[in-house]
Structures are given as C-alpha cells and as structure tokens.
Nanobody
C-alpha cells in the first residue's frame, strides 16, 4: 500500500514562490509515475505536472516556465517548485502515484492535499 502526504503549502503574494513536498511511504519501485494536480473551488481537478522513474517530465501549459517537478529518491520525496505565482494558481494541490508502465495520466494513489493561496 502506497501512502502519500503533501505539505508546505501556504499563502503568498503574487510573484512569490513556494515549494510543495510529497513524502511517499512504501517499497522502493523500479518503475513508477508521479504527478501533481490541483483543484480550485467550483472547478474540476486539473493536471499540473508529471515525472517518471526515468526522470522524464512534462507540464500543463499553465505551469510551463514557472513550475518545476522533481524528486529526491533518497528521501522518497516529490517536489513542486512554484515561482512567479499568480492568483489563478490558488487551489488545493494533490500529489499522486501509479505503478503501471508506461505512464498514463491515471493514478491509483493520492494524497490528501495541501492548500496554496496567492493574493494580489
């Protein structure tokens, strides 16, 4: 059973930065896919970024040039570095993982979320 716990959300002014963390508990896996999603009040859940065990990364258009997804395997931790934050980035952010290969944008395991609020 894979467990994921997000942390380090918060409230910042527009133009500021945050780095979200997601600690993954469980066995070490040779192949995996991990992603970040977000959901704002009254809106559907939105995919933000993805990374896999080969360290290939891709991003939603809204995140390109501002957000960076990364991982520290020694710490079993996934990160989302967010720079140049905008009010429209305000949402609950979730990390997710899947062990099926190759990667698809469907995830089996989810964290409980961490809130990000950006004020103007």
């Amino acid at each position: 059973q894979v467990q994921l716990v997000e942390s380090d959300g918060g409230s910042v002014q527009a133009g500021g930065s945050l780095r979200l963390s997601c600690v993954v508990s469980g066995s070490m896996y040779r192949r995996y896919c991990m992603g970040w999603f977000r959901q704002a009040p009254g809106k559907e859940r939105e995919w933000v970024a993805r990374i896999d065990s080969g360290n290939w990364r891709n991003y939603a258009e809204s995140a390109k040039g501002r957000f960076t997804i990364s991982q520290d395997n020694a710490k079993n931790t996934l990160y989302l570095q967010m720079n140049s934050l905008k009010p429209e980035d305000t949402a609950m952010y979730y990390c997710a993982a899947d062990l099926r290969w190759p990667c698809r944008n469907e995830y089996t395991y989810w964290g409980q979320g961490t809130q990000v609020t950006v004020s103007s």
